[in-house]
């Protein structure tokens, strides 16, 4: 046996060990994703419980709950029984939707306890190659020569896509136009044919675009550059620290799961991502590991709804 399959053998063993005496092992347990299959989440949570299941001594089952923009699966997830046998992934959106959606059936910083962090996502901010601009402070020049005359997309009204947007408008004092389109395809459609100018989305979103010469990137929102995107500078490079926007994604427990079994799980799920095979294949997606505590998790949840609340109100935005 190879040194990395006896280590991946030993940390499998080491997690499972964790749950030998518990009922999470004689029972699946269901991660519950708010959106349709193939997204970043839904293909992020499906590598994490393959990884994760074999250290459980459980099956790990995904199970998409689409409607409402990610409310009914946040809503089921909430309902359930606090026991460690039902999961959701939370991501940056259930963070937005906590400042955009007045109505939400629960409280959204009591109705989970954080699991961990898992993995993270870097955006970044492209235009149409028709734009004559070759970084980012060329482009605020251009926006600011011309206000009101240059357009960005968004996936839609409230999306992480247009709220990015919006803190670029915020933090640099530009005039630009948002048009909403209905999920990324179309946005990315017409950003290519010049309908509209600029785009900040993900990094693994906008790569093949970048890499084929369709798209032009300027920057992307991180405190350093992105692996993928070695040439392209960051937003404290380009002068704009503030964009420092991650996609993230984790796992949350119904409030109320005992302390004792989230830190098994968090043991569990963090074992999972410390394998080199699970990095590689996070790294392929274009997202980074993460994998920290409860704790951790928690406070990045709390300051990202703090922080998209505040955009969220200054630009005004309503829920569709």
Do not use: C
């Not at 926006?143 to 947007?165: C, I, R």
């Not at 950003?191 to 300027?218: C, D, E, F, W, Y």
């Amino acid at each position: 046996m190879k040194f990395s399959s006896v280590r991946r053998a030993l940390v499998l063993a080491g997690a499972a060990g964790l749950f030998s005496a518990s009922a999470l092992a004689q029972k699946p347990i269901t991660i519950i994703v708010p959106y349709a299959p193939g997204g970043s989440a839904d293909l992020a949570t499906r590598a994490l419980a393959q990884f994760t299941a074999p250290g459980v001594g459980a099956p790990m089952v995904v199970d998409n709950r689409t409607g409402g923009g990610g409310v009914v699966g946040w809503g089921a997830a909430a309902r359930s029984a606090p026991d460690g046998t039902t999961l959701l992934t939370v991501e940056l959106s259930y963070a937005i939707a906590a400042g955009l959606i007045p109505t939400l059936p629960f409280d959204p910083q009591k109705a989970f306890t954080q699991v961990t962090t898992a993995v993270k996502v870097p955006h970044v901010l492209v235009v149409n190659p028709a734009v004559p601009a070759k970084n980012v402070q060329e482009f605020i020049a251009l926006a600011k020569a011309q206000p009101g005359k240059l357009n960005y997309g968004s996936g839609g009204n409230g999306t992480n896509t247009h709220l990015a947007g919006e803190l670029f408008k915020s933090t640099t004092g530009v005039d630009i136009v948002h048009v909403p389109y209905k999920g990324a395809g179309a946005v990315l459609t017409d950003l290519m044919g010049n309908q509209v100018q600029a785009l900040i989305t993900s990094v693994p979103t906008a790569l093949p675009h970048i890499k084929s010469g369709k798209l032009r990137a300027l920057m992307v929102t991180g405190a350093e550059r992105n692996a993928m995107l070695p040439d392209v500078p960051s937003a404290k490079e380009a002068g704009i620290p503030k964009m420092d926007i991650d996609y993230w994604i984790g796992i949350g427990a119904p409030a109320g799961t005992p302390p004792a079994t989230v830190d098994k799980l968090n043991k569990a799920f963090n074992a999972a991502l410390a394998q080199p095979e699970a990095k590689k294949k996070f790294a392929e997606m274009g997202m980074t590991v993460v994998a920290n505590t409860p704790a951790q998790a928690t406070q990045l949840v709390n300051s990202e709804i703090q922080r998209w609340t505040a955009v969220i109100k200054q630009a005004g935005i309503k829920a569709d």
